[in-house]
């Protein structure tokens, strides 16, 4: 990600002051957008909001780090045990600091100081009292260390120990090297000896780099298990690829047979202070920023000009910048079924823009529905605020989030008791008022006891009571899950032979990176290959599709680019789409085999339209036309709540019933109606029943600034074990997770 200044930050913020629009100044400035946004809304910088955490002040600080860089020039650059020895003194703490305690200005210093290393070394072994060796050999090694015990403690001086423990660490180095070395080859010779056994099949594989299992695979599988008889004698079997492939091959077109690595979340939402990314970058997972280059096609397929296109979604942005502040400042005073759309008919009616202007402007907002899963609508403007996220860029996630998840799975998976493909149909909890919580989940065919349990299910699940709680959960817990509001997006990706849309791309020879992270980076390896393809494609309030089809909006993405997509890029598209399309498409495939010819025809004959407005797309040609199609099917998923993540939609006020309270007398009841407060809603749902050792986890549950995200999803469940250790006097506190007053 790129680094920006302060200074940067105070340009940005004056080019605001300035008239010019926050995303302008944004990108100008190479700021991430929220990172602005939050700047203008008060947000202090990170070195002024954390001063009061620091422990030296930023004056002491600027004097150390620019002793440090001396002592680098002239060739003694101070060791870490000795800075923190220095700060200490500094501070006059007694207390030594921590394991990671650092000192910025340090940073520059190790390059410089390299080349003296070896002098400091020659030094310490000048005058070391004793002439040491490194060790060669396990008996050499003993003997290092049977001499060194029999040095007299006052004799060791600071120099004969350090040159000691360095002669002892290479030599354990060394036989680590040689050991790991041998493992080596025997692993190797192993694996030989394996590939010459007759007869011996190999295990489905599940190469994380592919993700996907070809027939043979699947077959060999099968048979291992009994599940199918050894046809390898017939014909058809020699027929059959040696390597792992993402389709299955139907004459001259192929279905993705599956492509779990696609289904799940895409993005990484926010880059400061993001567990989430952090975990990313520690397993290995490529990231990379897509920049917001859009190519728009208007409602008779042709496309808009660029230079008119982005004059209007500079106000489309101004506009929403707007709703966000308004939302944050007026929130209880907005009428709860205000949406955003009726937020900017308002200013734009009170603008000096013209009549087509202001229809341009409204059918480019459209494209907020693919943010927010659902039609830009049905967005609150009461509740617009919590739709921010996490401060800097948006990252896409070129593989999968498999290896996040088994990285956060991995203490469960060694010390817990996993059941897998069981289905838990009620929660009950068994406790009288003196006695502590026990609480029973029952699945099909088991039923288990428990001290505390964290629901983790989609809220979907909750809305739909996929789970019976016994007793019910309280009135407003219930009340809360029902206020919440569950999108609807979908997903497809279609395939082709090559990207079409990306000439240049598709026969350039120019090597690609392995990943490209800044937006920046994007840019100047555009520049490099000459490729200019918009990042994303939007097909806007479409009147060219078949009568049978409504004018569903709905966003391409194309996956094909090496300048953003290094070697992750293919001749793919993904496809975003929300209710009432997506619940459309859906049906279309619900009932079908995706192996099947009838699955890739209705997807392929739906999206047509749209692909075939892409650059270079010539009727007919064998590079135009799909050779793989897979699409998700949130709706009819149960387990997955029917739906995908929390958003925030406008809602009438509820009708509640009051009985027998205070002022009414016995059976008498009266009707009241209550605005909805999703906020508190949120604070309900995230606060669960302690009392009943019953915990909610879960995207929905999770800090204002990360709700509907990975991270928010992460951060509730990390809240959640901690109050519960909490809960049972085993820590204190609530752990790292932000709260919501600083989000």
């Known amino acids: 990600m790129k680094q920006y200044t302060e200074n940067e930050v105070q340009q940005a913020l004056e080019d605001v002051a300035g008239g010019c629009s926050i995303r302008r100044a944004a990108l100008t400035w190479g700021i991430p957008y929220p990172t602005l946004r939050h700047r203008i809304q008060g947000t202090q910088s990170r070195d002024i909001a954390f001063a009061g955490q620091q422990k030296l002040s930023q004056t002491q600080e600027s004097l150390l780090s620019d002793w440090i860089t001396t002592q680098a020039a002239l060739g003694f650059s101070p060791t870490h045990q000795q800075l923190r020895e220095l700060a200490r003194r500094v501070l006059g703490d007694p207390q030594p600091l921590g394991r990671k305690w650092d000192i910025p200005g340090s940073q520059g210093s190790s390059s410089q100081s390299a080349g003296n290393i070896g002098s400091s070394q020659q030094w310490e072994s000048a005058v070391s009292e004793v002439l040491w060796s490194t060790p060669r050999k396990s008996a050499d090694l003993q003997h290092q260390l049977q001499l060194f015990s029999q040095l007299r403690q006052e004799s060791q001086s600071v120099y004969t120990q350090r040159h000691l423990f360095r002669k002892i660490q290479k030599g354990w180095d060394n036989q680590a090297y040689r050991l790991a070395f041998v493992e080596h080859q025997n692993e190797a010779l192993q694996a030989h000896i394996n590939s010459q056994q007759q007869g011996r099949r190999k295990k489905v594989q599940l190469d994380p780099n592919t993700k996907f299992a070809n027939i043979g695979d699947i077959q060999r599988a099968q048979i291992e298990a ?33 492509c779990h690595h696609v289904r799940g979340p895409n993005w990484i939402h926010g880059t400061e202070e993001n567990p989430v990314l952090q975990i990313s970058q520690e397993v290995g ?25 982005d004059e209007e979604l500079e106000t489309v942005w101004s506009l929403i910048d707007e709703a966000f502040k308004y939302s944050n ?51 609150s403007l009461r509740w617009f605020w919590l739709e921010e996220c996490l401060e800097g860029e948006n990252l896409y996630v070129m593989e999968s989030h498999g290896p996040i998840v088994q990285h956060v799975a991995a203490t469960a998976l060694e010390h817990a008791d996993i059941h897998l493909s069981t289905r838990v149909r009620s929660i009950e909890n068994l406790r009288s008022d003196m006695e502590d919580p026990v609480v029973l989940v029952r699945t099909d065919d088991a039923v288990f006891k428990f001290d505390e349990v964290v629901v983790a299910v989609p809220l979907g699940c909750l809305k739909k009571d996929h789970i019976t709680f016994v007793p019910p959960l309280p009135q407003r817990l219930q009340t809360a899950v029902g206020n919440a509001s569950y999108s609807s997006l979908e997903k497809v990706y279609i395939t082709f032979p090559v990207a079409f849309w990306d000439r240049i791309q598709a026969s350039s020879n120019v090597p690609v990176s392995n990943q490209c992270s800044t937006v920046e980076g994007n840019e100047a390896q555009r520049e490099k290959t000459g490729i200019t393809s918009p990042s994303f494609f939007h097909f806007l309030h479409p009147e060219y599709v078949p ?77 135009c036309t799909p050779t793989a199609i897979l699409a998700t099917d949130w709706h009819g998923d149960d387990l997955a709540g029917n739906g995908s993540y929390t958003n925030f939609q406008v809602s009438e006020a509820v009708t509640v019933t009051a009985r027998n309270g205070g002022m009414y007398e016995e ?10 407060h999703l906020d508190l809603d949120i604070r309900v749902m995230r606060s669960g029943l302690p009392e009943r050792g019953v915990w909610f986890a879960g995207e929905h549950t999770a800090p204002f600034v990360a709700l509907g995200t990975t991270t928010g999803a992460y951060w509730s469940g990390e809240s959640a074990a901690s109050r519960i250790l909490a809960a049972n006097g085993i820590v204190s506190g609530t752990g790292a997770t932000p709260s919501d007053d600083t989000s």
């Open 547 to 623: 009568e049978k089809q409504q004018h569903w909006s709905i966003e391409l993405v194309p996956l094909s680019s090496a300048a953003v997509f290094g070697s992750h890029a293919k001749p793919t598209v993904l496809i975003y789409t929300h209710d009432p399309c997506a619940a459309y498409v859906s049906s279309l495939i619900r009932d079908l085999d995706p192996a099947g010819t009838k699955y890739f025809d209705a997807l392929e004959c739906f999206f047509r339209p749209f692909y075939s407005r892409l650059p270079n797309y010539q009727t007919g040609h064998a590079d």
């Open 667 to 676: 059976g008498q009841e009266k009707q009241e109606s209550r605005e909805i």
């Open 329 to 379: 400042e007026e929130c209880l005073d907005i009428r709860s079924d205000l949406s955003l759309k009726d937020f900017f008919k308002k200013k734009l009616s009170a603008s000096s823009l013209s009549h087509d202007q202001q229809a341009r402007v409204l059918l480019l907002a459209e494209m907020w529905g693919s943010f927010i899963g659902d039609s830009w609508e049905r967005q």
């Open 285 to 309: 997972v490529s990231l990379c920023a897509v920049d917001d280059t859009m190519q728009i096609f208007e409602p008779s397929g042709i496309s808009m000009p660029k230079a008119l296109a």
């Open 226 to 258: 009994g599940e199918r008889e050894d046809d390898a004698d017939e014909s058809s079997g020699s027929e059959l690829p040696s390597e792992p492939e993402s389709c299955v091959w139907l004459g001259q077109r192929s279905i993705l047979t599956d």
